[in-house]
Structures are given as structure tokens and as C-alpha cells.
């Protein structure tokens, strides 16, 4: 503070390299303020690509009993059918296209990289009659829905 007071007080000492000086830490100073800026606005993105967690598909009549369908794009396992019996003893499985594991009927993961079973999401029938898979919602591994 007290070399600026002098600076304004006696403009000779104003040499070369105390300007250079000063306008470095000057655009040093701004620089900061910029980076401080942008570092605060990045927390707060300005939109989301993400989709929303509740998806509609089709009415339960587009799922055959027995079927495995995969919706990628939206990362959801539509599975319909029954569990196993004794005649049906083996639960038939299904290879996950994201990263290679592969799942029997009930989610359990048995062969891959997934370290747990898959997540169960909540899924009901909407009013107009199609299937709302909330991706937000977990419930247990015992959950079916009962259509």
C-alpha cells in the first residue's frame, strides 16, 4: 500500500520494470478472478442430457411371457416370465450388451465383471395403460410387478 501511495505522489519513480511489474500481477489478478469464475460455474451445469428416470414403454402386451428385452439407450432389463420350476429347473440367463456380464432371470450375475446382482427399479402401469419404469425408485429383488 505504501509503494502505490508513492507511486501516485511521485510519478518519476515509474521505471520500466515497475510497470511491467504492475501489469503482470494486474493480469495475474484478473487471470485468478476468471479461473475462480469458472471453477464456481461448473458446480452449476447449465443443462442436463441426462434422460428422465421415469420411462414409458409399450402396454405389458408387448413383452411375451418368457422374453428378455434390453433397452440400452435407457439402460432398463424388461424381464417377463415365471421362476423356475421343476420341470423348468434352470433359470435361463441373459448377457448384459453394456459390459459383457452375464445374469440368470433373477439378476443374480454369475459370470463378468459386475461385482453384485442388478439393481431392481420400480415399474407399474400407468393410467393409459403402458409400463412406467421409474429408474430413480429401487425396490427389493423379490418386487414383481402383476399384470
Known amino acids: 500500500m505504501l509503494g502505490a501511495k508513492r507511486l ?3 510519478s518519476r519513480a ?9 501489469v503482470g500481477w494486474g493480469g495475474f489478478a484478473i487471470a485468478s478472478a476468471i479461473a475462480l469464475f469458472q471453477s464456481v460455474r461448473f458446480i452449476f451445469p447449465n443443462a442436463t442430457y441426462e434422460t428422465p428416470a421415469a420411462v414409458k414403454y409399450g402396454p405389458p402386451s408387448d413383452f411375451a411371457v418368457g422374453s428378455t428385452t434390453v433397452f440400452i439407450s435407457d439402460r432398463v432389463v424388461i424381464e417377463t416370465g415365471h421362476a423356475a ?3 423348468n429347473p434352470a433359470l435361463p440367463g441373459f ?4 459390459h459383457g ?10 459370470f463378468g465383471p459386475a461385482p453384485r446382482p ?10 393409459d395403460g403402458k ?15 402383476k399384470v
Do not use: W
Open 118 to 127: 442388478m439393481d431392481h427399479i420400480h415399474v407399474e402401469v400407468a393410467p
Open 95 to 98: 448377457k448384459c450388451p453394456c
Open 14 to 22: 515509474m521505471t520500466r520494470r515497475s510497470f511491467l511489474a504492475l
Open 8 to 10: 501516485i505522489e511521485d
Open 101 to 110: 456380464s452375464r445374469y440368470f432371470r433373477d439378476s443374480i450375475n454369475f
Open 131 to 145: 409400463l412406467l419404469v421409474d429408474r430413480g425408485s429401487f425396490v427389493d429383488l423379490k418386487f414383481r410387478l
Open 85 to 87: 420350476t421343476r420341470q
